[in-house]
């Protein structure tokens, strides 16, 4: 970076010469340098904005893509991941102080009534 000075010589010189303020080319040349500086801060911004504007872009594009590909394919169902043994969910039988059953698991099967279902639930 090639550093300008705040007060250039030559100028400075031929301003005193013709007797004007030598602080005002020092002005001119700090607001000079402050609007480069500005215009240098907001071309990075600028830059970081396109970056993240284009990320966001892909990051769409690319749910977009999925959610397309899911609704073109066909439709399966789940298959199970491992059909090992079963779990038998068997409690233990309730005794009395004797070892008598008190109470125990059967296998029984089972009869449901549903009335809006029966042609004559009256007689039923």
Known sequence: MIRTPLRPLATVLAARSEGENPDAIERE????????DRD????????????????????????????????????????????????????????????RILATNLTTHSLYAQPPQMIDPVRA
């Not at 040349?29 to 480069?36: G, Y």
């Not at 396109?50 to 609704?71: D, N, T, W």
């Open 40 to 99: 240098a801060a907001r071309q990075r911004a600028e830059g970081r904005l396109l970056v993240l504007g284009i990320a966001f872009l892909c990051a769409f594009a690319m749910v977009g893509l999925k959610m397309s590909l899911l609704a073109a394919s066909d439709p399966a169902e789940p298959r199970a991941a491992a059909s090992g043994a079963q779990i038998v969910a068997a409690r233990a039988d309730i005794t009395d102080r004797n070892g």
């Open 29 to 36: 040349n700090l607001r000079a340098r402050h609007e480069a």
